[in-house]
């Protein structure tokens, strides 16, 4: 399942931050498809695939310490479109 997290730090955990992102490797079943980073600072965005509920809680739970994670599962539009029209739905 795809996940797009957005991670937000207040300015005094930056140096932690910092030193997660030199840190940061993906556990086994976490692919991560690409990242951001907001150049107004303080938030991080990042979209990912995790096979398993237990590999997506070994990728954020190590960050839980210095920022607050808000996950979001995601998927392609034109594959929701599909999987609706599928169904019934008409777009």
Same mark, same amino acid.
């Given at each position: 399942?795809?996940?797009?997290? +957005?991670?937000?730090?207040?300015?005094?955990?930056?140096?932690? +931050?910092? %030193?997660?992102? %030199?840190?940061?490797?993906?556990?086994?079943?976490?692919?991560?498809?690409?990242?951001?980073? /907001?150049?107004?600072?303080?938030?991080?965005?990042?979209?990912?695939?995790?096979?398993?509920?237990?590999?997506?809680?070994?990728?954020?739970?190590?960050?839980?310490?210095?920022? %607050?994670? /808000?996950?979001?599962?995601?998927?392609?539009?034109?594959?929701?479109?599909?999987?609706?029209?599928?169904?019934?739905? %008409?777009?």
């Amino acid at each position: 399942m795809l996940f797009m997290d +957005i991670s937000t730090w207040q300015p005094e955990h930056r140096a932690d +931050i910092l %030193k997660h992102f %030199k840190e940061l490797r993906p556990p086994a079943g976490v692919h991560v498809i690409n990242q951001w980073l /907001d150049l107004t600072g303080g938030r991080f965005f990042i979209l990912y695939e995790a096979e398993s509920s237990e590999a997506y809680a070994a990728f954020n739970l190590p960050w839980s310490d210095v920022c %607050k994670i /808000d996950s979001v599962p995601v998927m392609e539009a034109t594959e929701f479109i599909k999987h609706m029209t599928e169904r019934g739905m %008409k777009f």
